[in-house]
Structures are given as structure tokens and as C-alpha cells.
Nanobody
Framework: VQLQAFGGGLVQAGGSLRLSCAAS????????MGWFRQAPGKEREFVTA????????YYTDLVKGRFTISRDNAENTVYLQMNSLKPEDTAVYYC????????????????WGQGTLVTVSS
């Protein structure tokens, strides 16, 4: 599976962005999907994940209530809607695919996109 994340950019605090993760090579329908992020000088951290069927999404407390993960298996795409963005959300965002159940553990993910940079200005 090849994953490509896009949709990042520069936004002011309080603004919104929607990231997309498009897959090629195989259908995403059999994979759980996750979004992770890595801020400058920090380790990669879990943001959100969703099951292969689109149910049971869960989020890190840092983004709960502001971010929404969704997927369109027919379009082979996963989305991350980010609202009420904060400067601390600034990071490179990565999408990833995992066989089996969704997980917050990056080691569970077999395929990774190249990342898209989100910069939130104060």
C-alpha cells in the first residue's frame, strides 16, 4: 500500500484544515488507519485512529473534540478534519495503515505516508 498525505499548510490559531490520505496499490478497506504527528524536536505521537469499517474512532485527549477522523473506502481515502487549531498542533502529520485493529501504537502500522506539514500561527 502506498499512502500519500496532503492538505497541510499554514493556518491561524482557531482555524481549520482537512488532511487527506490517499492510498494506491491496495484497497484501504481491510486496514485500520491512523494519524500521527511529529512536532519539531519531539517524538512522533498518536493523534487518532479508525477501524477498517469506519467505526470506533478514538483520539488522543490533546485533540478530542477538535479533530475528526473519517474514511471513504470507496474512494480509498482517509480524512482528518482539524478544527480550532492551536499553535501546539504544529507538526508534520502522517497517515498510516495497519492490519487488524486500530491502535495508538505506531509499531502496529505497516504502511506510512510521507507526511504533510501543518503550521498554526498564533
Amino acid at each position: 500500500v502506498q499512502l500519500q498525505a496532503f492538505g497541510g499548510g499554514l493556518v491561524q490559531a482557531g482555524g481549520s484544515l482537512r488532511l487527506s490520505c490517499a492510498a494506491s496499490g491496495r484497497t484501504l478497506g481491510s486496514y485500520a488507519m491512523g494519524w500521527f504527528r511529529q512536532a519539531p524536536g519531539k517524538e512522533r505521537e498518536f493523534v487518532t485512529a479508525i477501524s477498517s469499517s469506519g467505526g470506533s474512532p478514538y483520539y488522543t485527549d490533546l485533540v478530542k473534540g477538535r479533530f475528526t477522523i473519517s474514511r471513504d473506502n470507496a474512494e480509498n481515502t482517509v480524512y482528518l478534519q482539524m478544527n480550532s487549531l492551536k499553535p501546539e498542533d504544529t507538526a508534520v502529520y502522517y497517515c498510516a495503515a495497519a492490519r487488524g485493529q486500530a491502535s495508538a501504537r505506531s509499531r502496529k502500522y505497516e504502511y506510512w505516508g510521507q507526511g504533510t506539514l501543518v503550521t498554526v500561527s498564533s
